[in-house]
Every structure is written in structure tokens, then in C-alpha cells.
């Protein structure tokens, strides 16, 4: 099983990136795919997780009108487009994995849910 964040990059306060999370070695569509990120000093927070059975989706408030979600199933590829960045977005960027049948509204943005993990992918914002 393998999660491979990609995309990230420097950007200037109002700019766009894309991430990336290519998965593979277990059954795209079966899986919630979350998108988390962490600020040095600070905690792990759950930006989106994503239900690719069934399309469900959550964006944590403070990007909610910023980022969306778009996924290429032949891809096994799932994409985080960020705009209008602001430098409270730099952090690293992580993606992960669990089972759909584990979804939970009210859980499903707790790294804690989550057992396959990718490496991360840097996010700077410059002000």
C-alpha cells in the first residue's frame, strides 16, 4: 500500500497549487482519502477527507471557499486545488487512508482514523 503526496511548492499570499495523493496497492474507490497538514510547533489538522465510494466530502472550516477537491479514479489519483493562499496555509501536507465502511461525519478529519500515510509535501506561503 503506498500514498504518495506531490505539488507542493513556494507560493506567494494569493496564489494556487495543486497537490497530488497517488495511491496505490489497495482498491482507490473502496477507500476515504484525508488530506492533512501540520505547521512546525503545531498539531496534525484534518484539512478534507474524502469518501471515494460514495464522493462525501468535508473541508475543515478554515479553507472551506478555498480548496477543492477533484479525483481521477483511473488515476487512483486524488487532487487538493488550493487558492487564494494565505501563509497560514504553510505546513507540510500529508495524505492517508482507511476503509469507507469506517467513514464517520464526525470523525473522518482525526488523523487518528487513518492507518496508510504517505510522505508529505511542503506548502510555503510568502506574505
Known amino acids: 500500500v503506498q500514498l504518495q503526496a506531490s505539488g507542493g511548492g513556494l507560493v506567494q499570499a494569493g496564489g494556487s497549487l495543486r497537490l497530488s495523493c497517488a495511491a496505490s496497492?489497495?482498491?482507490?474507490?473502496?477507500?476515504?482519502i484525508g488530506w492533512f497538514r501540520q505547521a512546525p510547533g503545531k498539531e496534525r489538522e484534518g484539512v478534507s477527507c474524502?469518501?471515494?465510494?460514495?464522493?462525501?466530502?468535508q473541508f475543515v472550516d478554515s479553507v472551506k471557499g478555498r480548496f477543492t477537491i477533484s479525483s481521477d479514479h483511473a488515476k487512483n489519483t486524488l487532487y487538493l486545488q488550493m487558492n487564494s493562499l494565505k501563509p497560514e496555509d504553510t505546513a507540510v501536507y500529508y495524505c492517508?487512508?482507511?476503509?469507507?465502511?469506517?467513514?464517520?461525519?464526525?470523525?473522518?478529519?482525526?488523523?487518528?482514523?487513518?492507518?496508510?500515510w504517505g510522505q508529505g509535501t511542503q506548502v510555503t506561503v510568502s506574505s
Open positions: 492517508a487512508g482507511m476503509k469507507s465502511i469506517l467513514w464517520d461525519d464526525s470523525s473522518c478529519r482525526q488523523d487518528t482514523e487513518y492507518y496508510y
Open positions: 496497492g489497495f482498491t482507490f474507490d473502496d477507500y476515504v
Open positions: 474524502n469518501n471515494m465510494s460514495d464522493g462525501r466530502t
